[in-house]
């Protein structure tokens, strides 16, 4: 069974950058879709970015032009670069892989200083 482990978060200043990463001892190259999702304090988990077969992607509008979603088959990798972060940015970042069928990882968390 796959399973997914986040690493790369931590404590950056504000418009610091993070690289998040997602990887599986198992392959991921299955899953047609992979995003990272996150969630902050008080606040409902929220879909960040999408990464879909044949490296179409998608993001939420507060994060376009700052953030890049990106897929390593031969690593196993998925990858969240983030650059230009916010305060707002701060979270727990969660790697969802899913269709077929849907894994989550445990999160990784992201804290964004002022």
């Known amino acids: 069974q796959v399973q997914l482990v986040e690493s790369g978060g931590g404590v950056v200043q504000a418009g610091g950058s993070l690289r998040l990463s997602c990887t599986s001892a198992g392959t991921i190259f299955s899953f047609n879709v992979m995003g990272w999702y996150r969630q902050a304090p008080g606040k409902q988990r929220e879909l960040v970015a999408t990464?879909?077969?044949?490296?179409?992607?998608n993001y939420i509008d507060s994060v376009k032009g700052r953030f890049t979603i990106s897929r390593d088959n031969a690593k196993n990798t998925v990858y969240l670069q983030m650059n230009s972060l916010k305060p707002e940015d701060t979270a727990v970042y969660y790697c969802n892989a899913r269709s077929p069928g849907e894994v989550w990882g445990q999160g990784t968390q992201v804290t964004v200083s002022s």
């Open positions: 990464w879909i077969r044949g490296a179409l992607t």
